[in-house]
């Protein structure tokens, strides 16, 4: 059964920077398409990034772009968000989500079938 397993959030001040780690077990990670959502309180669940499973194409939400940087290592297993100049609206629970059986990456969480349990972010004024 596949695990996913988000940590790095916590709490920073506006302007800073976290970096989010997604660990997948299984032995289809370096085949899959991964991405990266988040929810805040009230709102629904939005894409944030996603990346292919060769790690050469990444797609950003126009909110995140060019602050907040998808990347992965397949040789281990993992996945990663960088993201700076955090600022108060990015504070969410971010999740790290896994296409099944596409190596493509994708904007619609429908085409993800494994979800993490989630991280907290929040970031202070």
């Known amino acids: 059964q596949v695990q996913l397993v988000e940590s790095g959030g916590g709490l920073v001040q506006a302007g800073g920077s976290l970096r989010l780690s997604c660990e997948v077990s299984?032995?289809?990670?370096?085949?899959?398409?991964m991405g990266w959502f988040r929810q805040a309180p009230g709102k629904e669940r939005e894409f944030v990034a996603t990346?292919?499973?060769?790690?050469?194409?990444?797609y950003y939400a126009d909110s995140v772009k060019g602050r907040f940087t998808i990347s992965r290592d397949n040789a281990k297993n993992t996945m990663y968000l960088q993201m700076n100049s955090l600022n108060p609206e990015d504070t969410a629970v971010y999740y790290c989500a896994k296409r099944a059986s596409s190596s493509f990456s994708s904007i619609k969480a429908s085409e993800y079938n494994n979800w993490g349990q989630g991280t907290q972010v929040t970031v202070s004024s």
């Open positions: 299984g032995r289809t990670f370096s085949s899959s398409g």
């Open positions: 990346i292919s499973a060769s790690g050469g194409r990444t």
